[in-house]
């Protein structure tokens, strides 16, 4: 089944303690993405990736940190969390630009006390 | 002037009306215009995805863009109460082609 993966589903953590959400698709996309979901803002994107080792910043990459060493995988990487980060986030995939169909995972709702 | 705008509802109808969702934008390099529908808890699915400007349809949802007034609309016939969900435009063009979204209206058809 085509799918884009998340982990972990639900997160509560402390301020400052570094973590990673895994994002991981199946379907062989060049164009992978995450998003943060917060209520009256609607998505946002943090950063997106067009292939193997190149990434590029979103609208909203400050905190965060990403890698693409391989296609399938992208995890996104919060350093050191603050409470202002909590939100739903999402992982998207495309097969390739222009970007008309994008993957969405199930979401990660993060929470940082 | 922000990039997209989207009316956020909520939106309440009877089962069967006609439900019409809309969006405006600023950015002309807009060329990619999509509707995905979030269910409650769950990640964002495209419905479908009109390229400039013109009309598309696919079973009860008809999508319709207007470059030049910058609008684009979602049109649900017959709807039921599983069309109820926070639909959500999105556009894309330039040169990364990202993704910048509406921020949803959420829908309820009531049985």
């Known amino acids: 089944e085509a799918q884009v993966t998340q982990n972990p589903r639900y997160l509560i953590t402390v301020t400052g303690k570094k973590l990673t959400v895994t994002c991981s698709q199946n379907?062989?996309?060049?164009?992978m993405s995450w998003y943060r979901q917060d209520p009256g803002l609607g998505l946002r994107q943090i950063y997106y990736?067009?292939?193997?080792?190149?990434?590029d910043k979103g609208d909203v990459p400050e905190g965060y940190k990403v890698s693409r060493k391989e296609k399938r995988n992208f995890p996104l990487i919060l350093e050191s969390p603050s409470p202002n980060q909590t939100s739903l986030y999402f992982c998207?995939?495309?097969?390739?630009?222009?970007?008309?169909?994008?993957?969405f995972g199930q979401g990660t709702r993060l929470t940082v006390v | 002037q922000k990039e997209v705008e989207q009316d956020p509802g909520p939106l309440s109808v009877p089962e069967g009306a006609i439900v019409s969702l809309n969006c405006t934008y600023s950015?002309?390099?807009?060329?990619?215009f999509m509707w995905y529908r979030q269910y409650s808890r769950k990640g964002p699915e495209l419905l479908m995805y009109?390229?400039?400007?013109g009309n598309k349809e696919d079973g009860r949802f008809t999508a319709q863009v207007d470059k030049s007034s910058k609008y684009i609309s979602l049109f649900i016939r017959d709807s039921q109460p599983s069309d109820s969900a926070t639909y959500l435009c999105?556009?894309?063009?330039?040169?990364?082609?990202?993704?910048?979204f509406g921020k949803g209206t959420l829908l309820t058809v009531n049985p």
């Open positions: 379907m062989n996309h060049e164009y």
């Open positions: 998207a995939s495309s097969l390739r630009l222009p970007n008309t169909e994008a993957f």
């Open positions: 009109t390229y400039s400007s």
């Open positions: 990736s067009m292939n193997v080792e190149v990434t």
């Open positions: 999105a556009m894309s063009g330039g040169s990364n082609y990202k993704l910048t």
């Open positions: 950015n002309s390099a807009f060329q990619y």
